[in-house]
DNA sequence: TATTACCTACCATTAAGTAGGTAGATCTTT
DNA sequence: AAAGATCTACCTACTTAATGGTAGGTAATA
């Protein structure tokens, strides 16, 4: 058997990340999956219905690898390391952030996709500010601001690098801002 | 006298910012500017005329501001919060990076635009390498990390910060992650 | 017998871009 | 200075291709 609906979904989420929601049409996604176009709106019946299940699709995988992370991971710089190393598989296959390439096309957006990537980013930053003050707390991570504040500070710095280094095709370079970021959380001794 | 090209390019510029490029067409911008679309092609014969014209006068304005930061802010810090603020204006305005919504079409975007768009973070990171170093040497910067690779992570943190902060129209988040980024940035001695 | 998963054929709308024309400003030549 | 020529900035009307989406049908499966 082969899931048409997981295909459609692997294949869209390539398209989105690699050229945005304006900038792929049932008919490129259509001709990527080896269906006709018609038969996409089976699946995803508007252009917004295929929208959201990406979204939604994302944000699961991202959830997993959240869950994964903090059993895994003791420290609150361990977390945040292996939290960037999720974007830098975007970074070397080319794929900028799904969530980002949505975000970017701001008030054309279909309402609905706008509250769906909002809510993903919501959920991040819930997990950084939890993973943060737990960190705190235990001294793997420096005092001072809020972790509110540094959970936004992180996403930002990780969705910018992304963005920045797929358009240099500097994987290097991603992890050197990655690098930065976490021993910058690390409490200052030196 | 009204300036057509000069009010194509502002309304361009907004339209590009607040929904990408793809997501904006002739169409919309004959109607922001009250001019028939077919107008447009004689001041842009193309959209990536257009486009290209868009970045050179973005490019153009950030170059000015950035020689005005480097002639009045003496420290390597103050000068990376002045850049900072250049992007808050944005996050005010909702309206995003004009070079991140460019770069977010990555393969779809037309050759011409993508070496423009790359010219411009070019520009930047080079103006942000060197007046790191130059905050290395009077001691207004940490030392440690490479100016290069410092220089990443500033734009990085800021182009994610806009793009995010522009999504939850959040301006003070804005700036609170500036401030941890500046913050992060001087010598260490806490 | 329904339902699922696909198909062909179509629709209305919108996209970027072109053809060709007009009114007014400006430059050139006598 | 007048006459003609050219250029600028816009227009209406159009083309071609692509868009998301629909109608209705078929073959296999549950």
Chains 1, 2 share one sequence.
């Not at 974007?87 to 900028?96: D, F, K, P, R, T």
């Amino acid at each position: 058997m082969r899931d048409t609906r997981a295909e459609l979904l692997s294949q869209a989420e390539t398209l989105v990340r690699g050229r945005g929601y304006a900038g792929f049409s049932y008919a490129d996604l259509a001709e990527a999956v080896g269906i006709r176009k018609a038969s996409i709106h089976h699946h995803f019946p508007t252009k917004v219905d295929l929208g959201a299940a990406l979204v939604a699709a994302y944000a699961a995988r991202y959830d997993a690898a959240l869950v994964t992370i903090r059993a895994a991971v003791p420290d609150g710089p361990g977390r945040i390391a292996s939290y960037g190393q999720l974007y830098l598989g975007g970074v070397e296959q080319g794929l900028g952030c799904l969530c980002a390439a949505l975000a970017i096309e701001g008030e054309a957006l279909p309402e609905r996709l706008r509250g769906d990537v909002a809510t993903f980013f919501e959920g991040h930053l819930a997990w950084l500010e939890a993973v943060l003050r737990e960190g705190q707390v235990d001294g793997s991570v420096r005092s001072g601001p809020e972790p509110a504040v540094l959970a936004r500070y992180v996403i930002a710095t990780l969705e910018g690098a992304l963005l920045m280094e797929r358009l240099f095709a500097n994987p290097a370079a991603f992890s050197g801002t990655l690098a930065v970021l976490v021993d910058g959380l690390r409490p200052q001794t030196r």
